[in-house]
């Protein structure tokens, strides 16, 4: 059996970046927090001290992308973001597709009336539980 783990996940943008905290034993997560961002470029410190305190076992993050599969603006800086990661922190990272992910933050959101300032570590969250959906046995 393997051990349980921990991992973060990630919705990049080009001003905000949407984090979740998700655990490989019950493959649920939860929305942390969101940082901002200046022209897609995180606050790196804030978000190494996420992961010094949270000692993910990976890091997930969201690859946007059109409707037909092609790539758009928004999946280059998420691949941008997916590579300056895995460079900082040394740590696995793995890409998902997260196509509608915002859109079922969104209603997620709407139905628990929460505010729409979490919207993006709300899509982090989706896209976490869908990559530990598809990791399971």
């Known amino acids: ?9 990630f919705d990049a943008g080009e001003k905000r970046l949407g984090v979740a905290v998700g655990q490989s034993i019950t493959g649920l997560a939860r929305a942390l927090e969101v940082l901002p961002c200046r022209a897609g470029h995180p606050d790196w410190s804030a978000l190494q001290a996420l992961v010094d305190d949270w000692q993910p076992a990976a890091l997930i993050v ?5 409707a037909d599969g092609s790539a758009s603006g928004s999946t280059r800086l998420a691949e941008r973001f997916a590579g300056e990661l895995a460079r900082r922190t040394g740590i696995s990272v793995h890409r998902i597709d997260e196509h509608l992910s915002s859109h079922a933050a969104e209603t ?4 628990r009336g929460a ?9 982090a969250r989706i896209i976490l539980e869908t990559w530990m959906s598809e990791q399971a046995p």
Do not use: N
């Open 115 to 123: 505010r729409a300032g979490v919207i993006d570590a709300e899509a």
């Open 108 to 111: 997620a959101l709407r139905e």
């Open 1 to 9: 059996m393997s051990r349980p783990a921990t991992y973060l996940g």
């Open 62 to 66: 969201g690859i946007p992308r059109h």
